[in-house]
């Protein structure tokens, strides 16, 4: 008889369980977070055992590497799409992993994709590359809110970048004012350096394939983004459709509609965020280095709000680089804003 593992993670244990065909509960145990123990547990099963799923949370790696390594059929659950019976009046992690391993068994599971281990430091190098950068931006959005406040000027972002000591006294003679606007562009000139070291290594270790350099046929695609989209995307064939991989990169719009009336919204977290960023950055250097996007930017800005404009402009360049990917053909601006 065939047996379905659904594993409840947690940050130092997690709860194992297996199911029969029939929803009867074979195993059930509350394991610490030490690979050897977990397989040790499983072995008497192994061979019945039809696949284990393993909710992606925060801490997946090493255990669905373990898994498979053991030669166990995993499955990665998307805990985004996944919702228990909201009439339930108590559920716990037993419950929680009973339910995994009966989605399996019944074959409904929303799947996440297992990334290829082999190329996660490089994608997660990346993903620290964008986290640094989101944390300039904020210092350097602090600094300007701060001159703002006190002087009513506003200084752009490079501007900022490039002042004294001398200069933030003179704009701001309060002490303690300079004092805390010099703090910040500290750290700012430190978080520059670093993103500086993460861009060098991701350059180094670059393969310059026929996609990669493809992609880069896109307005407003350079290498660092090139590689992003790559590594995020993973296999593209696994989208069934461009309108998949467009709501993968969470640039179609989330809403629930009945009868012509809205009556909310729907799952806007479900997709990826880092692919979600790199298209918007795409979006915003497109606009402005090719006039046939600008143009087609200019029309919805006209309509509507300038960031939802711009998020017009990235679902374009995501549907764009589908094709890319999926026919390796270079970027036809004609065809994407024509």
């Known amino acids: 008889m065939a047996l379905y593992s659904g594993i409840d993670l947690h940050g130092n244990n997690n709860v194992t369980l297996l199911l029969d065909e029939h929803d009867r509960v074979i195993y059930q145990k509350r394991l610490p977070n030490q690979l050897p123990i977990i397989l040790e547990q499983l072995a008497p099963y192994q061979e019945d055992i039809a696949g284990v799923v393993v909710e992606s949370t925060y801490n997946w790696y090493w255990l669905v590497d373990g898994l498979m390594e053991a030669d166990y059929r995993v499955h990665l659950a998307n805990p985004t799409v996944i919702q228990q019976y909201s009439g339930l009046k108590y559920t716990d992690d037993n419950s929680d992993a009973r339910w995994l391993a009966h989605l399996l068994r019944l074959g409904v599971l929303p799947e996440g994709y297992i990334y290829p281990k082999e190329q996660r430091p490089l994608r997660d190098l990346l993903r620290k590359r964008g986290h640094l950068v989101e944390q300039q931006t904020s210092n350097i959005l602090s600094v300007q809110n701060v001159i703002a406040r006190n002087t009513g000027t506003r200084l752009r972002s490079e501007k900022i970048k490039q002042l004294t000591q001398d200069e933030v006294q003179a704009i701001l003679p309060n002490e303690n004012q300079s004092l805390s606007v010099m703090s910040t562009l500290r750290v700012i000139s430190c978080l520059a350096e670093q993103i500086k070291m993460v861009e060098k290594r991701v350059q180094s270790q670059i393969k310059k394939t026929p996609l990669y350099e493809l992609l880069q046929s896109v307005n407003g695609i350079g290498p660092i983004l090139a590689q992003t989209i790559l590594l995020e995307t993973g296999d593209v064939r696994r989208f069934e ?11 179609v719009g989330s809403e629930k509609v009945s009868n012509g009336k ?7 977290k479900s997709g990826n965020k880092y692919l979600s960023w790199a298209y918007s950055e795409a979006a915003h250097f497109a606009v402005r280095f090719n006039p046939k996007i600008q143009s087609f930017y200019q029309r919805k800005a006209s309509k509507m709000k300038v960031p939802v404009a711009y998020k017009a402009v990235a679902h374009k360049l995501s549907r764009a680089c589908y094709h890319i990917m999926c026919d390796k053909v270079p970027f036809d ?4 804003f024509g």
């Not at 459709?241 to 640039?251: I, T």
């Not at 601006?333 to 994407?336: C, D, G, I, L």
């Open 241 to 251: 459709s461009v309108g998949d991989y467009a709501s993968y990169c969470r640039l």
């Open 333 to 336: 601006v004609a065809k994407a």
């Open 262 to 268: 809205r009556k909310g919204k729907g799952n806007a």
